[in-house]
């Protein structure tokens, strides 16, 4: 019986689809534990196909391709290293399951399928995955490892059966994704467990972007008393050993590492976005990012968060200035590139309204300007940024805010263009505050400055599309504070009209406006571009409703 045990985790941060670069991360690692004189190395959920892998299990050949990777790393096991528990599909009895594959001396130990397949939000598992029997704990190096995948730690029932088993250490491989208040989520989950079970756990998340979607990692390990004895820092992929002894009771106790801070919510706001979008732009391939550069806030901010995802030499700005921009709008676009150090091109649009104008006054003859020639400057800025994205292949950057496309403020094919948006599940008041703590803070991992990366006038003049003489945001909306705290009740609360009204001291008219705007722009969002999840109800895969809906419900 042993009485000492070198456990691994691995926070990987896998591609979804790229099977052989996942099996090589699966390999490093392991290589680097196996230096290191490690026991067992655990990797994250399915880190083999990559998280989520969706209707990829539906392809025979790509269930193929796991199976022929994990057959090769069942052989590198035979060398003598240490065992590895790898997350993959495993088809079993004509079903493909969730799985986790524990490979040790060059064989198949076990099979772990995953109990709880999480059906809400983001989460559509039970769709593509079967549902895994209860299972008993797995002997891997002398020790009973209690194997729970992802969503069983949030139920009490896995745990539970694996501690009847005989299982001394809870070992959880996830894919958990981030939102704000999740790593506290967790933890509570996890602190659970080990009081109903007694036993220490140990928690290894991945890590990156994928898609919509992007992990933090911020994997720990639990002691039996409940304790924190380490965590790993968030938003980067590597590996940390954990020293594990038997007392004379029996029981496994983790040597105590000093905890590794997550971060306040401002900076785990930012580095979701970092993350998020440097992954999408490496993982898609493509060389860098451009986006309209206005002077505004939620412009500057996207233009921060991409210099320090990609660096200033993948970031390409543009001020597109109408007969409307402001001066002021001019110098704080220059000065915000300055500061960044990325490279700035200015390209007038007049020459294009005037082209519209032309083109379509016999048809608008008669008709007094509105908010067409407005959408029409939106949207020449749009063309012209497509057409340089078309040439030169770098990636448009949408800088819409959570608050703007949730009320509609923002035009189909003009500022809502774009391959990609960090700002989509942000709401204004958050931009301001993150913005501001950008500014007096460098992020770990940034490639971007020390020091401030937009003006103070940036952050705060009254925000506004520039669109007409003296236009402002306000003038259409109500203040940023007060919609956004509306539109929190009604989106992330989904609570009624007078639910809002009465709750959060809301004017009812001004609540009434916000939720009519919401319900019409559902066909706006479904024609946005995909952006960070940060919040609760991201809009895309977790808050979906009909383009086309009657219903009115509750006031």
Not at 521 to 534: C, D, L, N, S, T
Request: net charge negative; charged share 25%; hydrophobic share 40%.
């Amino acid at each position: 019986m042993a009485d000492r045990l070198k456990l691994t985790l691995a926070q990987l941060n896998p591609t979804v689809g790229d099977v052989a670069a996942n099996a090589a991360l699966v390999r490093q690692a392991y290589l680097h534990a196996a230096g290191r004189g490690s026991d067992v190395v655990v990797t994250t959920e399915l880190a083999l196909s990559g998280y989520p892998p969706e209707d990829l299990i539906y392809r025979p050949a790509f269930l193929d391709l796991c199976d022929e990777h994990l057959r090769d790393l069942k052989e590198m096991t035979a060398a003598g290293g240490p065992a590895l528990i790898v997350g993959a599909p495993v088809r079993q009895d004509g079903k493909v399951y969730n799985g986790a594959v524990v490979l040790d001396r060059g064989e198949v130990v076990a099979r772990v399928l995953k109990q709880h397949l999480p059906n809400y939000g983001v989460f559509d598992e039970i769709r593509v995955f079967a549902t895994g029997p209860a299972q008993g704990p797995v002997r891997v190096r002398g020790v009973r490892l209690g194997i729970l995948i992802c969503e069983d730690m949030w139920f009490t029932d896995v745990a539970e059966t694996l501690a009847e088993t005989g299982a001394e250490i809870l070992v959880i491989p996830n894919g958990s994704p981030f939102e704000l208040d999740k790593p506290d989520q967790r933890l509570s989950h996890a602190v659970a467990r080990v009081t109903e079970t007694g036993l220490p756990l140990v928690y290894v998340n991945q890590v990156g972007g994928q898609d919509e979607l992007v992990f933090d990692g911020s994997s720990f390990v639990l002691g039996a008393d409940h304790s924190l004895r380490l965590s790993m820092a968030p938003w980067v992929a590597h590996e940390v050993d954990s020293d594990w002894t038997r007392g004379s009771d029996g029981r496994w106790t983790c040597t105590e590492q000093t905890p590794v801070p997550a971060g306040d919510r401002l900076e785990q706001i930012y580095q979701a976005m970092v993350v998020g979008l440097r992954d999408y732009v490496q993982k898609n391939g493509f060389p860098g990012v451009l986006l309209g550069l206005s002077g505004g806030i939620d412009s500057a901010l996207s233009a921060a968060v991409a210099v320090d995802a990609l660096g200033a030499d993948k970031v390409h700005c543009v001020m597109m200035p109408s007969p409307y921009t402001s001066r002021d709008s001019l110098e704080d676009a220059a000065e915000c590139a300055r500061l960044l150090g990325c490279r700035l091109d200015e390209i007038n649009i007049g020459p294009a309204m005037a082209a519209y104008d032309s083109m379509l006054s016999p048809f608008f003859a008669g008709r007094a300007p509105d908010i067409t020639e407005e959408n029409i400057q939106s949207r020449a800025r749009g063309m012209t940024l497509m057409g340089l994205s078309n040439k030169f292949g770098a990636m448009v950057l949408s800088t819409g805010n959570k608050s703007e496309m949730s009320v509609g403020y923002a035009t189909l094919y003009g500022d809502m263009c774009g391959g990609y948006s960090v700002l989509k599940d942000v709401y204004k008041t958050d931009v301001f505050a993150v913005s501001r703590w950008r500014n007096a803070h460098r992020p770990s991992g940034a490639r971007g400055p020390e020091g401030m990366v937009m003006p103070e006038r940036v952050i705060t003049k009254p925000p506004s599309a520039e669109l007409r003489p003296d236009q402002k945001d306000e003038d259409s909306l109500p203040p940023y504070d007060v919609l956004d705290d509306i539109l929190f009740g009604l989106v992330e609360g989904q609570k009624s009209v007078s639910e809002v009204v009465v709750t959060q001291n809301h004017d009812p008219a001004t609540v009434e406006r916000v939720w009519r705007l919401l319900n019409r722009a559902e066909y706006k969002r479904r024609q946005a571009p995909p952006g960070v999840k940060i919040g609760t109800r991201a809009f895309g895969r977790e808050r979906r409703y009909p383009i086309t809906n009657a219903y009115i419900g509750p006031r």
